[in-house]
């Protein structure tokens, strides 16, 4: 039986893992975690913060710099940490990155009361996103709102995921679906969400 979770009791987090499991993993050594390296599953390390951050806003750079009409390309991007996105606008203004055949897929959003969080409230991670990032893109430089994909209570198995944390496969093929299948009522924002 798992344990009830320290954020919240229905909740399945990192609070709910076995502590054997949390003691194992604190006994890693370095030498341990670089092992766990294998094909498309690399280990670094950064000596700072701020190298860290920087390596994070130069994936997004690094993936956008590869999109073209024929072959558009995107990032799924976690709201923690939040110190590489003011990176990613600057990186993207400086080089001058059109980034009109990239996509955005937000990994996370607060789900209250059967909806996702309003982008309006200071908590929203959209909110985050766009506020840390996007909108401080130049704005012949952005992508547009339909090529980003905001998480939001029709567009994703919030339920199941919340009812069996295992059924996060069915999450990720729904969610995860090649950019041509991707459905664009996928968006959170629209055209008066005051992003373009």
């Known amino acids: 039986m798992r344990s009830i979770s320290k954020v919240a009791k229905d909740w399945w987090d990192y609070t709910t893992l076995d502590e054997e499991i949390l003691k194992d993993a604190a006994r890693l050594t370095e030498k341990d975690i670089m ?3 294998r094909p498309g599953f690399k280990v670094k390390f950064y000596d700072t913060l701020e190298e860290f951050y920087l390596a994070e806003a ?6 956008w710099k590869k999109a073209t009409k024929n072959m558009p390309t995107g990032i799924c991007g976690p709201i923690g940490p939040t110190e590489q996105l ?3 606008a600057m990186l993207v203004n400086e080089l001058e990155i059109n980034l009109k ?3 955005f897929w937000a990994m996370d959003e ?4 059967g909806r996702e969080m309003p982008i309006s409230n200071p908590l929203s991670f959209a909110k985050a996103d766009l506020e840390l990032c996007f909108k401080r893109i130049n704005k012949e430089l952005r992508m547009s709102d339909e090529n980003m994909h905001f998480l939001r209570a029709d567009n994703i198995f919030y339920k199941n995921l919340l009812l069996d944390p295992l059924n996060i496969n069915k999450i990720i093929a729904r969610f995860f679906s090649p950019v041509n299948n991707y459905l664009p009522k996928s968006r959170v924002l629209n055209n008066k969400s005051g992003y373009s």
């Open 35 to 37: 092992q766990l390296q």
């Open 58 to 63: 130069l994936e997004y750079i690094h993936c």
């Open 86 to 88: 003011p990176l990613v």
């Open 101 to 103: 055949y990239v996509h």
């Open 110 to 113: 607060w789900y209250i009361s």
